[in-house]
């Protein structure tokens, strides 16, 4: 399983930015893709995920009508559209994927490269 995210960079706060994620090797019908962030000197934390065969995302509360995810059955790749970006956005976003498994949740297990999203204020 390959994972290529891209698309990071330096953006002023309140502009725009959109995050690629290339998958390879997995069974996509039954995975759920998913993006995470990690903060110079805190923990990762979820941002958003869907299921790959369709069905609706979800999304942390602090990115809530700002971040969309989308997938591109196609091309195989997975996207995070963020719009309204703010400083505190900064972070290392990583994609990843993983099955859903039963009474536990989305295990995600298989995770991509960082990409560096810079918010300057």
């Known amino acids: 399983v390959q994972l290529q995210a891209s698309g990071g960079g330096l953006v002023q706060a309140g502009g725009s930015l959109r995050l690629s994620c290339a998958a390879s090797?997995?069974?996509?019908?039954?995975?759920?893709m998913g993006w995470f962030r990690q903060a110079p000197g805190k923990e990762r934390e979820f941002v958003t995920g869907?299921?790959?065969?369709?069905?609706?995302?979800y999304y942390a509360d602090s990115v809530k009508g700002r971040f969309t995810i989308s997938r591109d059955n196609a091309k195989n790749t997975v996207y995070l559209q963020m719009n309204r970006l703010k400083p505190e956005d900064t972070a290392v976003y990583y994609c990843?994927?993983?099955?859903?498994?039963?009474?536990?949740?989305?295990?995600?297990?298989?995770w991509g490269q960082g990409t560096q999203v810079t918010v300057s204020s």
């Open positions: 990843a994927a993983g099955p859903l498994v039963h009474g536990t949740g989305v295990e995600y297990k298989y």
């Open positions: 090797g997995l069974t996509f019908s039954s995975h759920y």
């Open positions: 869907i299921r790959w065969s369709g069905g609706s995302a």
